[in-house]
């Protein structure tokens, strides 16, 4: 990548998110910036407004955006330059005002070495903007420059949050900063205002629902639009959407066959689970659309084209959901795995009980089990998919919500929550709280991942894998809980039907 691709994506970004008018004050780092604007004021895209002091510059950009309601932008070099920008950023986000500060900087390797017009600009305005979006010449891709940029400015105009003011776009350029300009693109973003308006409307070309961790009512939602249009739904194992007819089974590995033929994906909660999700996520040809009535949205791909609060779908071709349900998966299923584990887990509980999955390989497992009308309601921790805390936290969903909780998951993710496995005595606890645990000796997950490969076999065991060995039944049963263990699917059908609080499954 180069910064004069950075410049001209950062143009054509800011143009398809709405914003007409930029204001540059002169100087070297932001020299590919500069270069991209003038061009496309040439060419009538924007419009270019050159002011040699920074303070003059903001302002201008402030009655801009005061006069039009749309976001303005404002570009300086690095330096003292930036600070030139506070009174005018302090007055946007005060008075409600879109302001978008680009203050271009030096790469993050020279910060604090003494380089040349080198400072700290990440943090500089504090409370004063509502937000910072950092990007780089020297990481990501020109779908993520854009994506950055179009985040920017959403949430300068208050698009999902109501609330407008200035956000500052650090912009790290390396050398050189000129060169030649990549053609300009397209890039659009259409992002809906956040509650009380009308839902987006799609066309009904090929589309797909894709749940991934939510809430109930998200994923009930979710189900809704798939089945009320006619569309596949592909619903991850915590999206509280895996049910109904409009669900597929295993649509991960459908996807493999038929990702290229999708031409639309309807994007609900926050799905993350698996690389053909990625890879559908951050596919070219394909429409994304964010359903949320959150502040920001999920865009692990950085495709976005429409973020919306709710979304109107026409009727799909009854052929497309066809396809999907005619698409047949069975995994070699020797021995006693984990696959079996989830299977009798959900077979286990209806719609009465709560399922808590532990965020490793036993989740992905659940993720081909088959399809229940009366699924239990499932939850996760998949903000960041870390493994601590499963237990503790099925333990507060509990508490509140009254219903019987099972907690899913591995031997090292419960390792990382034993405390969790303590109940004071003087303290409030759940009426039913059940933990399964797979033991499969250690992080099986990197097993399929590329520090699984034979080449690195010498060191697996030592620092990915970890087997630890720990008996984690008599852990339990020392705590107090009624623990058993088992090693086949008859042995663990049995224990679920028990009043095992604790089971530990030994594959």
């Given at each position: 990548?180069?910064?004069?691709?950075?410049?001209?994506?950062?143009?054509?970004?800011?143009?398809?998110?709405g914003?007409?008018?930029?204001?540059?004050?002169?100087?070297s780092?932001?020299?590919?910036?500069?270069?991209?604007?003038?061009?496309?004021?040439?060419?009538?895209?924007?419009?270019?407004?050159?002011?040699?002091?920074?303070?003059?510059?903001?302002?201008?950009?402030?009655?801009?955006?005061?006069?039009?309601?749309?976001?303005?932008?404002?570009?300086?070099?690095?330096g003292?330059?930036v600070?030139?920008?506070?009174p005018?950023?302090?007055?946007?986000?005060?008075?409600?005002?879109p302001?978008?500060?680009?203050?271009?900087?030096?790469?993050a390797?020279a910060?604090?070495?003494?380089a040349?017009?080198?400072?700290?600009?990440?943090?500089?305005?504090?409370?004063?903007?509502?937000?910072?979006?950092?990007?780089?010449?020297?990481?990501?891709?020109?779908?993520?420059?854009?994506?950055?940029?179009?985040?920017?400015?959403?949430?300068?105009?208050?698009?999902?949050?109501?609330?407008?003011?200035?956000?500052?776009?650090?912009?790290?350029?390396?050398?050189?900063?000129?060169g030649?300009?990549?053609?300009?693109?397209?890039?659009?973003?259409?992002?809906?205002?956040?509650?009380?308006?009308?839902?987006?409307?799609?066309?009904?070309?090929?589309?797909?629902?894709?749940?991934?961790?939510?809430?109930?009512?998200?994923?009930?939602?979710?189900?809704?639009?798939?089945?009320?249009?006619?569309?596949?739904?592909?619903?991850?194992?915590?999206?509280?959407a895996?049910?109904?007819?409009?669900a597929?089974?295993?649509?991960?590995?459908?996807?493999?066959?038929?990702?290229?033929?999708?031409?639309?994906?309807?994007?609900?909660?926050?799905?993350?689970?698996?690389?053909?999700?990625?890879?559908?996520?951050?596919?070219?040809?394909?429409e994304?659309?964010?359903?949320?009535?959150?502040?920001?949205?999920?865009?692990?791909?950085?495709?976005?084209?429409?973020?919306?609060?709710?979304?109107?779908?026409?009727p799909?071709?009854?052929?497309w959901?066809?396809r999907?349900?005619?698409a047949?998966?069975?995994?070699?299923r020797?021995g006693f795995?984990?696959?079996?584990?989830?299977?009798?887990?959900?077979?286990?509980?209806?719609?009465?009980?709560?399922?808590?999955?532990?965020?490793?390989?036993?989740?992905?497992?659940?993720d081909?089990?088959?399809?229940?009308?009366?699924?239990?309601?499932?939850y996760?921790?998949?903000?960041?998919?870390?493994?601590?805390?499963?237990?503790a936290?099925?333990?507060?969903?509990?508490?509140v919500?009254?219903?019987?909780?099972?907690?899913?998951?591995?031997?090292?993710?419960?390792?990382?929550?034993?405390?969790?496995?303590?109940?004071?005595?003087?303290?409030?606890?759940?009426?039913?709280?059940?933990?399964?645990?797979?033991?499969?000796?250690?992080?099986?997950?990197?097993?399929?991942?590329?520090?699984?490969?034979?080449?690195?076999?010498?060191?697996?065991?030592?620092?990915?894998?970890?087997?630890?060995?720990?008996?984690?039944?008599?852990?339990?049963?020392?705590?107090?809980?009624?623990?058993?263990?088992v090693?086949?699917a008859?042995?663990?059908?049995?224990?679920?039907?028990s009043?095992?609080?604790?089971?530990?499954?030994?594959?």
């Amino acid at each position: 990548m180069s910064s004069i691709e950075l410049g001209s994506t950062i143009l054509d970004a800011l143009i398809g998110a709405g914003v007409t008018d930029l204001v540059l004050a002169p100087g070297s780092r932001s020299a590919a910036l500069a270069l991209a604007v003038e061009r496309a004021d040439r060419e009538g895209r924007i419009r270019l407004h050159v002011r040699i002091d920074e303070r003059v510059a903001a302002f201008t950009a402030l009655g801009l955006g005061k006069a039009s309601g749309r976001t303005a932008a404002v570009v300086t070099t690095s330096g003292t330059a930036v600070a030139n920008l506070v009174p005018a950023a302090m007055e946007a986000t005060t008075g409600g005002l879109p302001l978008l500060l680009i203050t271009a900087d030096r790469p993050a390797y020279a910060v604090g070495t003494g380089a040349s017009q080198t400072g700290e600009q990440v943090g500089l305005f504090g409370t004063t903007v509502l937000g910072v979006v950092r990007l780089s010449s020297d990481s990501g891709t020109p779908d993520a420059w854009a994506a950055g940029v179009h985040r920017a400015v959403a949430l300068a105009e208050g698009r999902r949050t109501r609330q407008p003011g200035a956000v500052q776009l650090n912009v790290e350029f390396e050398a050189p900063m000129v060169g030649e300009l990549p053609p300009s693109r397209q890039r659009p973003l259409n992002v809906a205002r956040s509650a009380g308006h009308e839902a987006v409307e799609l066309d009904a070309r090929r589309t797909v629902v894709l749940a991934g961790d939510a809430p109930p009512a998200v994923g009930a939602e979710a189900r809704a639009l798939a089945e009320v249009s006619g569309a596949p739904l592909l619903a991850e194992p915590t999206s509280n959407a895996r049910s109904g007819g409009n669900a597929v089974p295993a649509y991960r590995h459908a996807l493999l066959e038929l990702a290229d033929e999708i031409e639309r994906v309807v994007v609900f909660g926050h799905p993350t689970l698996s690389r053909p999700v990625s890879a559908l996520l951050a596919s070219r040809h394909t429409e994304v659309v964010i359903v949320s009535d959150k502040a920001t949205w999920i865009d692990p791909g950085h495709r976005a084209a429409v973020v919306a609060d709710r979304v109107v779908l026409e009727p799909q071709d009854p052929a497309w959901l066809a396809r999907w349900r005619s698409a047949t998966w069975e995994p070699s299923r020797g021995g006693f795995t984990q696959r079996h584990v989830a299977d009798a887990v959900l077979a286990s509980l209806d719609q009465g009980d709560d399922l808590m999955f532990g965020s490793s390989s036993i989740i992905r497992a659940a993720d081909v089990s088959p399809i229940r009308d009366d699924a239990p309601r499932t939850y996760a921790n998949r903000g960041l998919a870390g493994i601590d805390g499963t237990i503790a936290t099925a333990t507060g969903l509990a508490l509140v919500n009254g219903r019987p909780m099972t907690v899913l998951l591995g031997d090292l993710t419960a390792q990382h929550d034993l405390g969790a496995l303590v109940r004071p005595p003087s303290e409030p606890w759940p009426q039913r709280l059940r933990v399964v645990v797979v033991d499969d000796q250690g992080g099986s997950i990197f097993r399929k991942l590329e520090q699984g490969a034979p080449e690195y076999a010498h060191a697996f065991d030592r620092v990915f894998l970890t087997p630890q060995g720990a008996d984690l039944a008599a852990v339990a049963g020392a705590l107090g809980w009624r623990s058993v263990t088992v090693s086949d699917a008859t042995a663990l059908d049995a224990a679920l039907a028990s009043d095992a609080e604790f089971i530990l499954a030994r594959l």
